[in-house]
């Protein structure tokens, strides 16, 4: 007897670990249970389901096999989707107009925050992405057990940072990585591989830059401005494409003190500055200093133009280093081979052997000169006083 056509797509949907949808009729599950349907283009659901392996599949994956099905692979579609002027900086395409429902963990993906427990279970503490939702199978985001604090109870509040799992499903942990979702930090290479690199973000699981988002050949120890995004395939990434990421307009005040970290410097422009892993600053070319690309420092906010862009140095008020300028003037003049130094001294000179600007100089050797610390020879060079 031949076998009905509707009872082989059932057999070969179990086959493949799917949902079944039949036309004009409801969904069946490979349970048995079934679901209505009305009229209209047949979806299977989002919910994560067991293939036949009992490997999970994620959110993710099951979102983009709807999408093939559905045929929102299509070039007219991923040029809806991936329109430039709509994704900001972080996000390397607009979500797809998806026939899966969003899930709370959009959202939540890649950034710090403060979640309340919903309840306990053996693998650890199930936190809630919306409070608000108090329905008993409510989305829940796992916290490791080992990472639970001692004594925490149901509805205590938690910091977390939202990641992905090796199986891409969301997960919560209470470490800090050195970046958050549109921030970027100098990091360090840990491996190189034929589909991109590896860099330490302060997670377990390193951060992988993709060929596609390096801007130069990555080896091992190096250290380079890295950026977090949300890829294409919905995965948090490391981006090498950091200058669209930065913001040249901050809320900062004057003579405000903020951490940063050396990026490049700009000859006749002077070293731009990574503030907050999220603003740019500039020191001038005029400003003396010893910082090596990376190297982090506080830096003093001189400027606030009128476009919020904001002028760095690395030293306080004048006053303030004045005396701190004088001891080192004078710490290198007594030393054996002291070098032959004064007012005619070119800036550059000034700035190789001190680590001075020439006005903050001439503001030093003013006060040692008044202080009979320091004399002017007869060719005019600077000598410790002798008592």
Not at 78 to 90: D, E
Not at 174 to 180: D, E, L, S
Request: proline share 9%; net charge neutral.
């Amino acid at each position: 007897m031949p076998v009905p056509q509707a009872a082989l797509r059932r057999a070969a949907g179990a086959l493949r670990g799917r949902v079944v949808v039949e036309p004009d009729a409801g969904v069946r599950h490979d349970d048995g249970r079934e679901e209505e349907q009305t009229g209209g283009e047949r979806e299977a659901p989002c919910e994560p389901v067991e293939d036949p392996g009992h490997q999970r599949l994620s959110y993710q994956s099951l979102c983009r096999r709807s999408r093939r099905r559905a045929g929102a692979g299509s070039s007219s579609a991923r040029r809806k989707i991936g329109s430039p002027s709509r994704s900001p900086p972080w996000r390397r395409a607009a979500r797809p107009v998806q026939d899966c429902a969003p899930m709370p963990y959009d959202d939540l993906l890649g950034r710090v925050v403060t979640l309340p427990i919903r309840r306990f279970g053996p693998p650890g503490a199930f936190l809630s992405p919306d409070p608000g939702d108090l329905r008993p199978n409510a989305p829940v985001l796992l916290l490791p057990g080992g990472e639970v604090p001692d004594g925490a109870q149901e509805g205590d509040e938690l910091e977390v940072f939202v990641h992905l799992d090796s199986e891409d499903r969301p997960i919560a942990t209470a470490r800090r990585p050195k970046v958050a979702l549109g921030e970027v930090a100098f990091l360090e290479v840990t491996d190189v591989a034929r589909f991109g690199a590896f860099v330490d973000w302060g997670l377990p699981k390193e951060l992988l830059v993709p060929h596609a988002e390096q801007t130069r050949e990555l080896r091992v120890g190096q250290r380079h401005p890295v950026g977090l995004i949300v890829d294409r395939t919905g995965r948090l990434a490391g981006t090498m494409r950091v200058s669209e990421m930065l913001r040249d307009k901050g809320e900062f005040d004057l003579d405000e003190w903020v951490d940063g970290e050396a990026w490049r410097n700009e000859p006749g422009l002077g070293l731009f500055v990574i503030l907050e892993r999220r603003f740019v600053g500039l020191v001038p070319a005029d400003e003396p200093h010893a910082l090596a690309r990376g190297e982090a420092a506080r830096f003093r906010v001189t400027s606030v133009l009128s476009d919020g862009k904001v002028e760095l140095s690395l030293r306080g008020h004048a006053h303030e280093e004045l005396e701190s300028d004088a001891q080192t003037i004078l710490a290198r003049l007594a030393r054996p081979g002291a070098p032959r130094v004064g007012d005619r001294s070119s800036p550059d000179e000034i700035r190789a052997i001190f680590g001075l600007s020439k006005k903050a100089f001439k503001r030093a050797v003013g006060r040692l000169l008044k202080q009979r610390a320091v004399a002017v020879d007869g060719e005019g060079f600077l000598v410790p006083h002798r008592r």
